[in-house]
């Protein structure tokens, strides 16, 4: 529609005539008994205007139309041509660069007292620098405000860099305002000398939601808070950033604020610079993961007088929420966050629930609450011998890194005895938390497992790794990494993470449990080695129970997966694949497998001795490295159902044969069988409360100097079928 424009004001332009074209008209308000306030968007040439219709001189928030933006010039006249005063939405539909039909050098878009509120359509879409361009995008001015994002189901709305900028994305002058919502980021800018690689606050900074990452800078690689700034974040992720003082962050000496709050996260390679005399303030509880910042002090003062680094509304919020931060480490000290909020050193370990520091980890489990948590601060060597853990009985205590990684080693010289014993009664957490928590026995000679855990529970979450403890000094060593024992069938370990790698031993290189029940949900068990000619299992459960599910994996060690004596062994879900001596072996116990995959394994998938094997559901054993897939040759009972499938071969002792015990849904075949002789005709397969006798030709046969076929009996009968 054509629209012709008498000489008039609009938005501080004096046309004296204009062809305009009409992109969109909204009902902007309606008042009782008077007619209706309407604007219409429209265009003229490039440059957009906001036209009341009524004759009102108010201004109301307009949205370009989506696609309008197709150019860095385009959007530079939707931002000028925006009503002062006002708010107007400005929908990016298409990718484009900083300079694409626009002047060179491009200068930055300068938003002054306006609202700009800059979003994605439907779809993902950026704006990217090119390298010409060395100034700012935006340039916030007094009254200015620019929101990245609207917070919306829609697509995210990029900032991209080039590798040689002269300046960060935002430039907020005092008086101005930017804020960045979940479906904004800030990507990839790379600029060395300048101050801010992202964003660069005079003014204020509200940062709800969205990314900071990958962008670089002197000073202030994702955020450089000038003085008199403000910058507060409530949300989001500022990440992979680099400068030489604050990658993450850098607040100047006369900087207003910088508070975080709620799950606001500023990842551990991404510290926060803080100038002298500057501090992070905690507005409200923090949520996200742990820790919430690495700080880097300008001075690592300690009293007196104290660098204080932490600030918050009252003084309990400040103790709960110091110990959310960590310190990056100087001079070979270890520092923290005390509950104070000061910078703090002396300390290996630290309880929450006093934040009390220790140089003891024995100390510290000593003076522990009941149910309490140990932050590690730095790595902790075992030197004396004589120096083991032990978390006392009754207490419920989680273990977990204060900063990206630490480590609990064994020093000084053989033997050892356990690095940790849980004593009767305890629970014992292991947890990296948001990093990495390593107990490594460094390969030095012990007489017992690492951890050994006698009627209590341990649990092993993502990030623990628990590995180079070579259990060898008796006759017949058990367990390398772990060793559980049980005076009654309860639960003595639930592993959902971590992994246990590089362990020797006899029996149980990886885990040894003696009458107790073991779950292992996830992680990883690779890796480990038995010292004797048997591979006794890197897994060995000499009686109680074990349970593998989730993704768990037992992996590549060089030993037997899985050694079940006695009791019971339920796989449902999770790998055993790739061990130097079979993949589970089952002395005069249960195997119950429902889900998983046992695969790749030298000698034997599953080797039944004295004990039963039911496959049901989805159990797959697939093709192994050597060796059938099941060894059926001295076992009770070997039964089939449901979806089971053997790929790689059941070979049968004398006597023994498959019992098939419901419905078989594989179609043929569901197993082919190696029969301890061809000679005189044995029972492969016998149906045990089942009626259909078709499930005999849904097996085959390995031949032997000819075809041979499962009958409809049952039995092995030449020929094919």
């Known amino acids: 529609m054509e629209l012709d424009v008498p000489e008039r004001l609009i938005h501080g332009k004096t046309p004296r005539s204009a062809n305009m074209f009409i992109l969109d008209m909204k009902i902007l308000k309606r008042f009782p008994g008077r007619a209706l306030v309407l604007l219409l968007l429209v265009q003229g040439s490039c440059e957009l205007y906001n036209l009341p219709l009524n004759g009102r001189t108010e201004f109301f928030p307009a949205q370009v139309a989506q696609g309008g933006i197709t150019n860095f010039q385009q959007l530079r006249n939707a931002v000028l041509a925006a009503p002062s005063g006002g708010t107007t939405v400005i929908t990016i539909e298409t990718t484009f660069n900083t300079l694409s039909d626009a002047p060179y050098p491009a200068p930055p878009i300068e938003i002054e007292n306006k609202t700009i509120i800059l979003a994605a359509g439907r779809t993902d879409q950026s704006i990217n620098r090119e390298r010409s361009l060395i100034d700012p995008f935006f340039l916030v001015k007094a009254g200015g405000e620019l929101v990245l994002g609207k917070n919306e189901n829609a697509g995210k709305l990029s900032l991209r860099g080039s590798p040689s900028a002269g300046a960060g994305f935002v430039t907020v002058e005092a008086g101005g305002t930017l804020t960045l919502n979940k479906d904004a980021a800030l990507l990839d800018n790379k600029s060395n000398a300048a101050a801010g690689g992202g964003v660069k606050i005079s003014g204020t900074f509200i940062m709800n939601g969205g990314d900071i990452r990958g962008n670089q800078a002197g000073s202030g690689g994702g955020v450089y808070i ?60 923090l949520t996200g993961t742990f820790p919430a910042a690495v700080l880097t002090p300008e001075m690592y003062d300690v009293p007196p007088p104290a660098t204080c680094l932490i600030a918050a509304a009252s003084a309990p919020d400040l103790a709960s929420e110091a110990p959310k931060f960590a310190v990056t480490q100087s001079g070979g000290k270890t520092y923290s966050v005390n509950s104070g909020g000061y910078l703090s050193t002396g300390g290996t370990v630290r309880l929450a629930s006093s934040n009390a520091e220790y140089d003891s980890l024995q100390t510290a489990l000593n003076n522990a609450a009941q149910e309490d948590t140990v932050y590690i601060l730095a790595d902790i060597i075992m030197a004396d011998a004589s120096e083991t853990v032990d978390v006392p009985g009754g207490k419920n205590i989680t273990i977990v890194p204060f900063g990206p990684e630490k480590k609990i080693v064994r020093g000084g010289t053989s033997p050892f005895d356990s690095l940790i014993r849980v004593k009767p009664g305890a629970v014992l957490k292991l947890s990296g938390g948001q990093g990495n928590l390593i107990l490594d026995g460094a390969g030095k000679t012990a007489g017992e497992a690492l951890i050994s855990v006698q009627d209590a529970l341990l649990k092993i979450e993502n990030g623990v790794t628990i590995k180079n403890n070579i259990n060898t000094l008796s006759g017949n060593p058990l367990g390398g990494g772990i060793s559980l024992f ?104 249960e195997f119950l497998m429902t889900q998983g995959e046992i695969s790749a394994n030298k000698t034997n998938g599953v080797f039944i001795d004295s004990g039963t094997f039911t496959m049901g559901g989805d159990a797959h054993i697939g093709v192994q490295s050597s060796g059938n897939g099941v060894n059926f040759s001295g076992g009770a009972v070997f039964s089939m159902k449901e979806n089971a499938l053997v790929e790689s071969g059941v070979k049968l002792g004398g006597g023994k044969y ?36 078709n499930i005999f030709a849904k097996f085959g046969v390995t031949p032997n100097n000819g075809d041979y076929h499962v009958d409809s009996g049952g039995k092995l009968a030449a020929g094919p079928p």
């Open 486 to 589: 049980s005076s009654s069938n309860m639960l003595v370990l639930a592993m959902s993470g971590g992994t246990i790698t590089g362990n020797k031993a006899s029996s149980g290189s990886g885990i040894y449990a003696d009458n107790g029940t073991v779950n292992i949900t996830g992680g990883i068990i690779e890796a480990n080695e038995s010292n004797n000619p048997f591979g006794d299992g890197s897994i060995w459960i000499d009686s109680g129970e074990l349970t593998l599910g989730g993704q768990a994996e037992i992996r590549g060690n060089k030993t037997k997966g899985v050694y079940i004596n006695t009791g019971k062994f339920t796989m449902t879900g999770g790998f055993i694949k790739s061990n130097d001596n079979g993949g589970v072996y089952v002395g005069k116990a």
């Open 658 to 693: 498959i019992t098939v015990t419901g419905p078989l849904i594989r179609p043929y075949p569901a197993a082919v069988i190696t029969p301890a002789d061809y000679f005189t005709n044995p029972v492969l397969v016998v149906l045990d409360k089942v009626s259909d006798t």
């Open 226 to 285: 000038a003085p008199g700034g403000s910058f507060k974040m409530s949300g989001g992720t500022i990440s992979g950033n680099r400068a030489a003082r604050g990658p993450g962050v850098y607040m100047d000496s006369n900087a207003s604020e910088f508070s975080m709050a709620d799950s606001a996260l500023i990842a551990p390679d991404n510290d926060v610079y803080l100038r002298s005399g500057s501090r992070v303030t905690v507005d409200r509880k």
